[in-house]
């Protein structure tokens, strides 16, 4: 069934995707509020207290998205929670890169349940976290997708774009730039994920033309402040951020000030870890 819906959706060329997500988001526009939210469900995303390492368990009515899976140690922990809420299996799973802090639980996952697609970024990348992921994958009876353009899909009214690096090479930090970032469109409501992308990259982005704004932000980079972190932060301006992070590893406090300038409530995954809700009008948190 997942594989049917991907390859419906999937788009492998820039302009393609961008055409598609537009005439995707002018006809919610052109059906009004009150119809974007019927029939549009519930979006519930798992946001999981893992230091500074990402991973997001993404639900809709019928599937089950693995956003990132943190480090190896946070893999039990990620496995108990599927279990608690009866997800015995991975529709998707997207790694935005091959780190240790977001690939990392990910052999173990893969070993544990059943996987249908992984959606990886195309670089090359040789570590310890990438070779274990490699054998893992070999194991695992998954789809093996490498990202080289964006894409778009739909599962359960919920619009995924991911939108990958541009660039083969990027001078400051490659594995970091070459991140996936994903966007969720549900109803009303724009979810976008910035993985650990760094300046060049929120430069390609910035002078892409896509317009970033959105209500919930994953903020970049466990919420390091780079030189274009400011720039990308005013073009988002989300309602309510996230920042991966721990007491060891906190956000800088030039990224706080920015987000409360812009008005954003701040949430931070080292105070616990938080479910968000979306019924395509209003977005809730709990932590």
Request: aromatic fraction near 8%; hydrophobic fraction near 40%; proline fraction near 3%.
């Amino acid at each position: 069934m997942y594989n049917e819906a991907m390859k419906a959706y999937e788009r492998t060329s820039h302009s393609f995707s961008a055409r598609l997500l537009c005439l995707v988001l002018a006809l919610l526009l052109c059906l009004g509020p009150s119809a974007q939210a019927a029939d549009m469900g519930t979006l519930k995303i798992k946001l999981f207290k893992s230091g500074k390492a990402d991973a997001f368990l993404i639900r809709t009515g019928s599937y089950a998205v693995l956003l990132d899976t943190a480090e190896v140690d946070d893999a039990e922990d990620i496995l108990e929670y599927m279990a608690e809420k009866g997800v015995d299996k991975l529709d998707l799973m997207i790694l935005t890169h091959f780190d240790k802090g977001h690939a990392g639980g990910a052999p173990e996952i893969l070993r544990t349940v059943p996987v249908d697609r992984v959606l990886m970024p195309d670089y090359e990348k040789s570590s310890p976290t990438r070779d274990a992921l490699r054998e893992a994958l070999a194991m695992s009876q998954a789809e093996q997708v490498y990202l080289k353009e964006d894409t778009a899909f739909t599962l359960d009214g919920v619009v995924f774009e991911i939108l990958t690096a541009r660039q083969a090479y990027y001078a400051e930090d490659e594995d970091n730039d070459f991140s996936l970032v994903t966007r969720l469109t549900h109803g009303d409501n724009r979810l976008l994920f910035a993985a650990d992308i760094m300046s060049e990259r929120i430069d390609e982005l910035l002078q892409s033309g896509i317009d970033l704004n959105s209500d919930f932000l994953q903020v970049p980079d466990h919420g390091r402040n780079r030189d274009r972190t400011e720039a990308f932060l005013q073009a988002v301006r989300p309602r309510w951020a996230v920042i991966t992070c721990s007491q060891k590893n906190p956000p800088a406090g030039a990224v706080l000030d920015i987000l409360q300038r812009i008005g954003a409530r701040i949430y931070l995954t080292m105070d616990g870890d938080i479910a968000l809700q979306s019924d395509g009008q209003a977005i809730t948190f709990k932590q």
